[in-house]
């Protein structure tokens, strides 16, 4: 099957994004040549997004990929890929901010990633290694402060774009009151089980694109929920226009203004994923997925503490638990 180009976004920053992305995020991780070889065949089979962070260990093996996508030919130049990654909270400290980039361009053996995101609203003591920590190790998230330091990576060049994950209304709020550079991208939980109105509506007013993480609710992933993958009115619809429910669920979001990230190791599922630009869903389908039942699936409890700075889960969310 041939892929046509995947569509693209253009970013409040003037750059342009594809609309799907590659996660990388993965548990247990593969040996890291065995993960370089799935990107490249990623790359292969039509991606050109690819999303990583700082915490999820991919970061070498994806850097290694695209260096071999070059080699071979699979791409021209290094701008034929866009590339995320993100900062962990350990280093959401003003200071570390530069410091952590650096060390992520190191790891991807290169000089800029497309777009360089805060991973979570959220900053731990230094010196808590990976996700050995609790809801007592989080500390007051300096956001004018941290941001700053984005917008510094952004002047110095070594972000393309800048911008955060898993920031609601409040949170987003405070940075765009502080921000003389606002966020091109905001990257959130959305799926058909948790659509994310309020928040895409006051993103777009603001100019700020918002991206689909979990666009299937992690199904068979440790925290996942089948919400998604086995929602009857997925179902149905997906039965009918002979798609997959993880088509439908990705169309629409693509139809709702958003981009997502996707991640299946598996080359006919990356194909089939890729598979949802020529076709649309009839407004009675639309309408139907929107009376869907809204849950949040990936509540982040961890972050919360009775004696932390997150006392519950609605102060996390920004009163959206």
Request: proline content about 5%; some cysteine.
């Amino acid at each position: 099957m041939e892929f046509k180009k995947v569509p693209e976004v253009l970013l409040n920053s003037g750059k342009k994004m594809p609309v799907i992305g590659l996660g990388t995020a993965t548990s247990p991780l593969p040996p890291n040549e065995e993960l370089t070889s799935i990107l490249v065949e990623a790359i292969e089979v039509g991606y050109r997004h690819f999303d990583t962070a700082a915490i999820y260990g991919t970061e070498e093996p994806l850097g290694k990929a695209v260096s071999k996508a070059l080699e071979i030919g699979l791409i021209r130049e290094r701008d034929d890929v866009f590339i995320t990654s993100k900062l962990w909270n350990t280093h959401a400290h003003h200071d570390l901010v530069l410091p952590a980039l650096k060390t992520t361009l190191q790891k991807l053996s290169l000089e800029y990633v497309d777009l360089y995101l805060i991973h979570w609203p959220v900053r731990l003591r230094e010196g808590v290694e990976g996700f050995n920590f609790s809801g007592e190790d989080v500390i007051p998230f300096d956001i004018k402060g941290t941001w700053e330091a984005m917008e510094e990576c952004y002047r110095l060049g070594l972000a393309k774009s800048i911008g955060v994950s898993n920031f609601g209304i409040k949170k987003l709020t405070q940075l765009l009151e502080n921000a003389t550079i606002p966020p091109a991208v905001n990257q959130v939980e959305m799926n058909p089980s948790w659509q994310q109105g309020k928040l895409r509506e006051f993103c777009k007013q603001n100019g700020i694109h918002v991206s689909a993480w979990s666009p299937l609710g992690a199904y068979k992933v440790f925290w996942g929920s089948p919400a998604v993958m086995e929602n009857p009115i997925l179902l149905k619809i997906a039965q009918a226009k002979n798609k997959s429910v993880a088509q439908i669920a990705l169309r629409w979001i693509y139809e709702q203004g958003s981009s997502v990230i996707v991640k299946s190791f598996n080359k006919e599922r990356m194909k089939e994923n890729l598979d949802i630009f020529d076709w649309e869903l009839r407004q009675e389908e639309s309408d139907k997925i929107s009376k869907i039942p809204q849950s949040r699936l990936y509540k982040a409890e961890f972050y919360v503490s009775e004696n932390g700075v997150y006392k519950s889960l609605e102060e996390l969310w920004d009163g959206d638990p």
